[in-house]
């Protein structure tokens, strides 16, 4: 065995372990579709990627965009198997909308945590834990390294990781334009719904960003909230979507 043939293991192992800790993996990773074929198809895979990490914020620091935002994360969450992990660092999640949205509190564990490090703590264990199927936490600060363990952790057990971007202060939302290691970034914002030929209150609408997608493209689509399944749909006068593609739609530059 000469010495390089010797030498080319170690080379390779050396190649995976960078490769791992960029965020990129060999595997081909299932996906969870949302079974829009519009966003399906802005995504690697066709669809958000499992075994990976994943970011969401609200359009604004209110509580109808948090709102939002954690209904969006919800849904998700709730097409997925097995228990949900959620993290928050105050006491304001309303169990009856996740419900809403097909996330039941039968399956949903909650850990209330002091401080973004404590958050990052339990993100972590979660992930790693690999009986779950997603864990969502809500963290403030979210550092290159901080999300590259997490993007470990969640490759290792196959979890999904959704981190909700949550700000106390509107000024420390500018570290959510921060370089991180998840595969995707979204922002949600409210939109009006849409008026009903009868007196009553039309299914909620938003806008979805989807800021950043990682060997996919961004673009923004405007969408019907998800339903008792947590299954977003896309408003009857854009189904065809002809309007999507006038909705902002632009090539990641990550």
């Not at 060999?26 to 074929?37: A, E, H, I, S």
């Not at 609408?205 to 405007?222: H, K, Q, S, V, Y």
Request: net charge positive; aromatic share 4%.
């Amino acid at each position: 065995m000469t010495a390089e043939t010797w030498k080319k293991p170690g080379l390779e192992t050396l190649r995976a372990a960078i490769s791992r800790l960029e965020g990129h993996s060999d595997r081909r990773r299932k996906t969870l579709p949302f079974g829009v074929r519009e966003i399906d198809a802005r995504l690697p895979g066709g669809g958000l990627t499992l075994g990976a990490l994943h970011e969401v914020a609200g359009g604004g620091n209110d509580a109808l965009h948090s709102a939002a935002a954690g209904q969006f994360c919800a849904g998700i969450a709730a097409r997925t198997r097995g228990k949900v992990l959620w993290i928050v660092t105050r006491q304001d999640v309303f169990a009856p909308s996740l419900k809403q949205v097909g996330l039941s509190a039968r399956r949903t564990i909650y850990v209330e945590a002091g401080s973004d490090v404590d958050v990052l703590a339990c993100f972590e264990e979660g992930l790693r834990h690999g009986g779950l199927g997603a864990v969502v936490a809500e963290v403030a600060r979210l550092s290159m390294t901080a999300s590259r363990r997490l993007q470990l952790a969640a490759e290792t057990s196959g979890s999904l990781g959704i981190a909700i971007r949550r700000w106390r202060r509107q000024t420390d939302a500018a570290d959510f334009g921060q370089p991180t290691a998840s595969v995707t970034r979204w922002r949600i914002s409210v939109l009006p719904s849409v008026s009903l030929p009868v007196p009553g209150v039309g299914r909620p609408r938003w806008l979805l960003e989807l800021i950043r997608a990682r060997a996919g493209e961004c673009a923004d689509f405007e969408v019907e909230a998800c339903d008792g399944k947590g299954r977003l749909s896309l408003p009857a006068a854009l189904a065809d979507g002809s309007d999507q593609e006038a909705a902002g739609q632009r090539r990641a530059s990550a």
